[in-house]
């Protein structure tokens, strides 16, 4: 079935709008546009190599509160959202959860750790709404690689852009006060705030859901 596809380059590399009709088999129908208007972001695919790389990812619905990845597992996959939210948490030995990561839509979530090491990882990957998802396993990716050099400078610029994120996160926990990564929080992603539990929220800015509670109040009363 052929998909009528619009491939946006964005501003940062002066590329116009360019229409392709392709075929996946693989997609059964659901919408691709938002994987590859974010690819082209990065990198330009010619109609060829987005069609081969689209042709080995899978499309998966969720209902909320379903597992995609369990701790003590070897992750295989990565997922890109097309709809909905997802968490990524490790639980210590006292049975807290931690929050690493929230994904929305136009955004990838894994274990990283265990996707690249091959060993069992320490982290749930959850959804927190009914989600839609683009799957790539690791398999197909290196697969990819060989065939398609932009689709490995893509995904070295992903990398990229995540170790600096999360040295930037590592260093404001040591540095700010729970209210200044809160704040931090809103600023950086305000379409989360209605659609997160607080005490999710208050366990990825680090602190217990009794603190930020307290911790809101005060900042309201300012």
Not at 53 to 63: I, L, P
Not at 131 to 148: D, P
Not at 152 to 158: N, P, Q, S
Request: with cysteine.
């Amino acid at each position: 079935m052929g998909i009528r596809l619009i491939l946006y380059g964005g501003t940062c590399n002066g590329m116009n709008p360019i229409e392709i009709m392709c075929t996946f088999a693989t997609t059964n129908g659901h919408d691709l546009q938002p994987l590859l208007s974010h690819i082209a972001q990065h990198v330009r695919l010619s109609p060829e190599e987005a069609a081969l790389f689209m042709a080995h990812t899978e499309t998966r619905r969720y209902k909320a509160k379903s597992v995609l990845q369990h701790a003590g597992t070897v992750c295989t996959e990565t997922y890109f959202i097309t709809s909905g939210l997802v968490r990524s948490f490790y639980v210590n030995d006292n049975i807290v959860e931690h929050i690493l990561h929230f994904a929305c839509e136009g955004w990838w979530i894994s274990d990283m750790y265990s996707l690249f090491s091959g060993k069992p990882g320490d982290l749930f990957i959850e959804t927190l709404e009914d989600t839609e998802v683009i799957v790539l396993s690791k398999a197909q990716q290196e697969l990819l690689y060989q065939n398609l050099p932009p689709l490995e400078r893509y995904f070295r610029i992903l990398a990229e852009n995540s170790l600096v994120s999360h040295q930037e996160r590592l260093r404001d926990n040591m540095s700010r006060s729970a209210e200044e990564r809160f704040e931090k929080f809103c600023k950086r992603y305000p379409a989360l705030i209605q659609r997160v539990p607080q005490k999710q929220i208050a366990s990825y800015i680090g602190v217990t859901p009794e603190f930020f509670s307290k911790m809101k109040g005060k900042m309201l009363r300012k």
